[in-house]
């Protein structure tokens, strides 16, 4: 079993950043694939960014070059830097796990699930 917890969510003004952090805890947290996903209402959960157990980083079109997502095994804790912030990024943001290590696109390859932190970028 794995615990994932959320934070640093907001709202912020077009333009700015954000920094998201998701703590894990319950077994060895740099064996798993860990990966950040959004949900807009009334819209499917959508892949944002994942990183594998030895740091291959993917990112999805709409975010790449503006989100970083970074892991500190030390810490067991994935964070997701978020710059250039548009209205069209506000979304309930969750943290997600996977075993074995290799980093996946789709929701259903991942295991666990934090609560999600919500993001409100106005314009």
């Known amino acids: 079993q794995v615990q994932l917890v959320e934070s640093g969510g907001g709202l912020v003004q077009a333009g700015g950043s954000l920094r998201l952090s998701c703590v894990a805890s319950?077994?060895?947290?740099?064996?798993?694939?860990m990966g950040w996903f959004r949900q807009a209402p009334g819209k499917e959960r959508e892949f944002v960014a994942a990183i594998s157990s030895n740091r291959i980083t993917y990112y999805a079109g709409p975010v790449k070059g503006r989100f970083t997502i970074s892991r500190d095994n030390a810490k067991s804790t994935v964070d997701l830097q978020m710059n250039s912030l548009k209205p069209e990024d506000s979304a309930i943001y969750y943290c997600?796990?996977?075993?074995?290590?290799?980093?996946?696109?789709?929701?259903?390859?991942?295991?666990?699930w934090g609560q999600g932190t919500q993001v409100t970028v106005s314009s």
């Open positions: 319950g077994r060895t947290f740099s064996d798993y694939a």
């Open positions: 997600a796990s996977r075993g074995g290590g290799l980093l996946k696109i789709r929701a259903d390859d991942y295991d666990y």
